[in-house]
């Protein structure tokens, strides 16, 4: 599945750094934690991130599974 990405505005329509939005409404932001590279999922309505991935590959998964009805893990390698 092929999920398009576009920057997230803020209220003023100015371009969040490091922060996405999908075409379905998912929030993608990106952070570092402990000098690694971190993305945040959070799905559309919602004020928590359901999910915590390594990269865009990550993301897309989650988002892919979320939007398929399946279980998806808060972390990489854990159990959903």
């Known amino acids: 599945m092929n999920i398009g990405w576009v920057p997230k505005k803020d209220r003023d329509n100015r ?3 490091g922060c ?4 379905a409404g998912y929030t993608v932001a990106e952070f570092l ?4 590279q971190v993305y945040t999922v959070t799905a ?3 004020s928590v991130a ?5 990269g865009r ?4 998964q989650a988002i892919t599974d979320r939007m398929a009805g ?3 893990a808060k972390f990489e390698g854990e159990g959903a």
Not at 20 to 23: S, V
């Open 15 to 17: 371009e969040i750094p």
């Open 20 to 23: 996405w939005i999908t075409d």
């Open 33 to 36: 934690v402990d000098d690694q």
């Open 44 to 46: 559309p309505g919602e």
């Open 50 to 54: 359901m999910a915590y991935r390594s």
């Open 57 to 60: 590959d990550g993301v897309v």
């Open 70 to 72: 399946l279980a998806v």
